[in-house]
């Protein structure tokens, strides 16, 4: 079966043996039948090669007026006795009930090119939403997994924190922890070299934290600048 297509989607080839198409462009399909939503065909250039079926669509052939049909004519030998007429009245039976079933095919034809355009945008919007589900799910994912993983190295932080405190040796800066603030929004205790930020009511943030925030997240206030005296502080406690 060959027939002209009209492609609806532009296509880049991923394989050797696909076609390039631009929408617009006008192809001729040469078999349908390789599955899994394959075409193969050529274009304009006499390039031959697979095309998506889903990015193209089925031109619609031109209508070709039908014949009006004749009925048979009598046949003479059945005027001559009754048996011969009852011998062809079946067999003109046969012919018409043919002939009538396929008035009844070509009546319908009409009608395939339209079904198969409705089943093709229907099977383009599923491939579409399901597209955009994998990708929202992706994108949740990798989310959940960055901040489980910024957990962990919170929780490890504070773990060795608390056994240099149980072991009675802490480092300077462990045993300093406990005064320092922390974060309220990654939960890190701000340490040099991080610079600290404050809004109008004092609240903290760290400056890791600052740019992907506007407004303090306890007060709801804007942040104004930079805490200088907090900083100077740490590192005071820092030092001793």
Not at 58 to 68: K, N, S
Not at 83 to 110: H, Q, R
Not at 192 to 217: A, D, E, Q, Y
Request: glycine share 4%.
């Amino acid at each position: 079966m060959v027939f002209k297509a009209k492609v609806v989607h532009d296509y880049e080839p991923r394989d050797d043996d696909e076609l390039c198409i631009k929408k617009g462009e006008i192809v001729t399909i040469t078999d349908i039948n390789y599955g899994y939503n394959w075409w193969y065909g050529f274009a304009t250039n006499g390039i031959e090669g697979f095309i998506p079926e889903l990015y193209v669509e089925r031109m619609r052939a031109p209508v070709i007026p039908q014949r009006p049909r004749v009925k048979p004519k009598p046949s003479l030998k059945s005027t001559s006795t009754d048996a011969n007429l009852d011998l062809s009245k079946p067999k003109n039976k046969e012919l018409n009930d043919i002939v009538d079933e396929i008035d009844k095919i070509e009546g319908s034809e009409s009608n395939m090119d339209e079904a198969r355009k409705t089943l093709k945008d229907k099977q383009r919007a599923e491939l579409n939403a399901l597209l955009d589900k994998q990708t929202t799910e992706m994108n949740n994912f990798e989310k959940d997994c960055a901040a489980k993983l910024k957990r962990k190295m919170t929780l490890q932080s504070k773990l060795q924190s608390k056994l240099d405190q149980a072991s009675g040796s802490p480092s300077t800066i462990h045993g300093a922890s406990a005064l320092l603030p922390e974060c309220p929004v990654c939960l890190e205790e701000m340490k040099p070299p991080l610079k600290i930020f404050n809004c109008h009511n004092g609240h903290l943030i760290c400056s890791v934290c600052r740019p992907r925030l506007s407004i303090c997240t306890n007060c709801r206030m804007e942040y104004t600048g930079r805490a200088t005296g907090v900083e100077q502080m740490i590192r005071q406690i820092i030092q001793k």
